[in-house]
């Protein structure tokens, strides 16, 4: 008989899906990224910065959690996938810290410059710590 799965074991896939969400609705309000940039503006193509190499991690973990909820041989990979996307917002604000970007954000209050994105990543972060942790 198959093992029957609970609605815990989905609340990690949940979250995962509105850390996406959050990666494709603005994150930053600025002038200098374009107003309402998404992940998908963070992201340099032409060369490998910590921003691009964070906000490329911040999307692959996540879409890759969500694969691994319903492919069998990735669910004990569930955890690296939400650790690499975590990793990824710390080296995003690393690159952010690094680049220059924090003075001109400090200066403009940051909490201003925020928009709903960030807040929907950390969210997804959270319900999907509690999804793993709870559904194991």
Do not use: H
Not at 43 to 51: A, L, R, T
Request: one cysteine or more.
């Amino acid at each position: 008989m198959a093992k029957k799965m609970g609605l815990l074991n989905y609340l990690y896939c949940c979250g995962m899906a509105i850390t996406v969400i959050g990666f494709c609705c603005p994150i930053i309000k600025s002038k200098f990224l374009g107003i309402g940039a998404n992940g998908f503006k963070l992201i340099d193509f032409g060369e490998s910065s910590f921003v691009s190499i964070g906000a490329i991690l911040i999307f692959c973990g996540a879409v890759a959690g969500i694969i691994s909820q319903f492919v069998p041989q990735l669910k004990s990979l569930k955890l690296i996938f939400l650790l690499a996307s975590v990793a990824g917002g710390v080296i995003l604000v690393l690159g952010f810290s690094t680049g220059g970007y924090v003075a001109k954000f400090i200066g403009k209050s940051l909490l201003k410059n925020i928009a709903v994105g960030f807040y929907l990543v950390i969210c997804g972060w959270i319900v999907a710590c509690l999804g793993y942790f709870t559904g194991r």
